[in-house]
């Protein structure tokens, strides 16, 4: 009998150790709603950002359960924390990120406190809720719980909490890219970008952020003869200006695909009504008179979809004169570019300069924070298909590899070659047009979809982290 029953353990524990130790969830989810709500209540909207403490919280909580944490700053108070849990180094590391740094508020627009992580109908409420505090705790979780259970590693796992994301990216991204890459290289990361979109409280399915499109600015430059405004001219600059931003603005710029997009709308189209379905499998035409439909409905119904297929341009500013009896000799407009990636930036700028026609209109690069490189992330690579995998298992429903047509840290990341995904938790189609939605005066976050990211999270860094 006693034998029997050593032979029984013996078994078993053979058993277990074959599979990964099982998170003890309930108990996480108190733990995740505590970090959350902490995190929620720094005030590390930007400007001035002051992530400092919100750093130093995660230092203290990393450090207390033994994983090595660090804060590293290009300017006072601008904390970027960097944690590190060590594996076999079998595979190179594994990074997953959030920032901690939020867009600013209006307070009075608030009805629940900006800043107080309130709980209410199963929702929590408060700036960064979901963007971008539900990733910093869910890569807190996630180092917490591979930690506390004690996996074995084939990769380290890295955790970076950005500064300055919303629009000082030199203090967070840029600054821990120039001057500490080689503690955050990784094979892999994960990081805001993505979303899984639910309607009627239905999961319908997860968008995973594989590339974005790459910010430019463009300025127009007009010139013509000043003068005295009662005598018209026919080459006043303002009217010059103003033809070449409507010409810009209404150039059906050439569509193009790559292998997101692509997957992209096929996916859709299997998901979607069949009028719907029929657009998104028109769009991928190369014949014009199939696509060009598709394409017109995008550009009056779907702008964000229309966006994804080509380069985009929108005219954002326009400084001209200072007098109305005075006609102005240059006047200038600006117009926003995000450049498709496989776009040449210029032969783009010749082909817009062939656009506008007009000789007194100067078409030229302006300055902006570009964004380097166009990497993206395969889609037949290992860490995409365990993305979709846990998708399924987590969400029960299909993953939509996207190309966001606003930028990301990740740009800095996939340039060095890194494959990133975009990812984030659950949200209601519906919030958005309510004003709930992420920079909005209501910004909230599904307490239930909070937990189960977390778990989402935990299951694709187990699966590509633990050793084999
Ligand atoms: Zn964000």
Redesign the pocket.
Known sequence: MRRLTLALIAFSTVILSAQPPQPDWPKIEKETLEHFQTLVRFNTADPPGGERPAAEYLKQVLDANGIPAQILELEDRRSNLLARLKGNGKKRPLLVMG?LDTVSIDEKKWTFPPFGATRDGGYVYGRGTI??KDNATAALMVLLTLKRLNVPLDRDVIFLAEAG??GNSRLGIQFMVDQHYPELDAEYCLA?GGNVMRENGKVKFASVQTLEKIPHAVELVARGPSGHASVPLRNNAVAHLAEAVSKAAQWRVPIRFNETTRVYFQRLADISSPEDAKRYRDILSNDPKVSGPADDYMLDREPRHASMIRTSISPTMIQAGYRVNVIPSEVKATLDVRMHPSENPEDFLAALKKVINDPAVEVRWAARDVRPGTGSARLDYEGFKVVEAMVKKDYETVTLPTMSTGATDMAYLRAKGMQCYGIGPGLDVEDGPKGFGAHSDQERILESELYRFVRFNYDVVAELARAR
Request: proline letters at 0%; a negative charge.
């Open positions: 920032h963007d971008d994301e919303e805001e």
